[in-house]
Nanobody, 123 residues
Framework: QVQLVESGGGLVQAGGSLRLSCAASGGTFSIYTMGWFRQAPGKARESVAAISKSGGNTYLADSVKDRFTISRDNVKNTVYLQMNSLKPEDTAIYYC????????????????WGQGTQVTVSS
């Protein structure tokens, strides 16, 4: 079973940038579709970005598509979320997730989850 560990969260001012990393271990990374999700206080978890097994296709939610970029390195067994022009409404716990049969759009099919990392964007 693959394990996922997120890192890179923190406190940043509006307009700033953060890069989140999700390191995978204990499995074959390249067989998983990878996704980033976030959950703000009092709100449901939502899909932010996803990337196909080889990295050839990506998905970004409309709310972030002009500002965020998802990428993966199948040699380092790591998926990244580059977040630019951050807004206070981006404040949430960010989770990475993996699914061998997950589609890029949506939350279904992601059966392995990391512990989450807090992103806080101040005004």
């Amino acid at each position: 079973q693959v394990q996922l560990v997120e890192s890179g969260g923190g406190l940043v001012q509006a307009g700033g940038s953060l890069r989140l990393s999700c390191a995978a271990s204990g499995g074959t990374f390249s067989i998983y579709t990878m996704g980033w999700f976030r959950q703000a206080p009092g709100k449901a978890r939502e899909s932010v970005a996803a990337i196909s097994k080889s990295g050839g296709n990506t998905y970004l939610a409309d709310s972030v598509k002009d500002r965020f970029t998802i990428s993966r390195d199948n040699v380092k067994n790591t998926v990244y979320l580059q977040m630019n022009s951050l807004k206070p409404e981006d404040t949430a716990i960010y989770y990475c997730a993996a699914g061998p049969r997950a589609l890029l759009n949506g939350i279904s099919g992601y059966n392995i989850w990391g512990q989450g990392t807090q992103v806080t964007v101040s005004s």
